[in-house]
């Protein structure tokens, strides 16, 4: 009784490790995904952005105006501003089955109209694991003053 007990408790301990593992795998992937936008946003690269993005997203800007994807990446192409940097200051992830947030505060630095600028915002990103990728299906950024 004592063994099947004591084996019961392993196999849970086990389960937890390898539950927590894939959640620690599951946000290095997200974290690199958010690195992966960042760069893709600040070099203007629809291709990358049009790669993690799902066709349904939804995108909620600075403003409060909501773009589809292709509407999205139309202004990602059309932009005259010139990131110079797009870094998150935080970022954290969390994980909830196939699902995960990814939340922190990005700084962005560049030049729009010849003036420079520096933004902060709080970001929050929704990932969802389709198929045999995860892809971003919805994003909210609100400026920090």
């Known amino acids: 009784m004592r063994l099947a007990g004591m084996c019961t408790v392993l196999l849970c301990a086990a389960g937890l490790a390898m539950a927590q593992d894939s959640d620690a795998s599951i ?3 997200i974290i ?3 690195k992966l936008w960042n760069q893709a946003y600040k ?3 629809t291709k990358a952005l049009d790669s993690i993005l799902d066709e349904s997203i939804v995108l909620i800007n600075d403003d409060g105006s909501i ?3 292709k509407e999205f990446l139309a202004s990602v192409k059309a ?3 010139q990131e110079q940097q797009v870094a998150p200051e935080a970022l954290k992830v969390n994980v ?3 699902v995960a947030i990814a939340s922190g505060v990005l700084r962005v630095k560049g030049v729009e ?3 420079p600028y520096t933004r902060r915002e709080r970001f929050v990103d ?3 694991h389709k198929g045999e990728n995860w892809v971003c299906i919805a994003t909210n950024a609100t400026p920090i003053h």
Do not use: F, P, Y
Request: aromatic share 4%; proline share 0%.
């Open 27 to 29: 946000q290095g992937k």
């Open 32 to 34: 690199a995904l958010e």
């Open 43 to 45: 070099s203007a690269d």
């Open 67 to 69: 773009q589809t994807k």
């Open 79 to 81: 932009s005259n501003a």
């Open 96 to 98: 909830h089955g196939n």
């Open 113 to 115: 109209g010849g003036k």
């Open 126 to 128: 929704t990932w969802l």
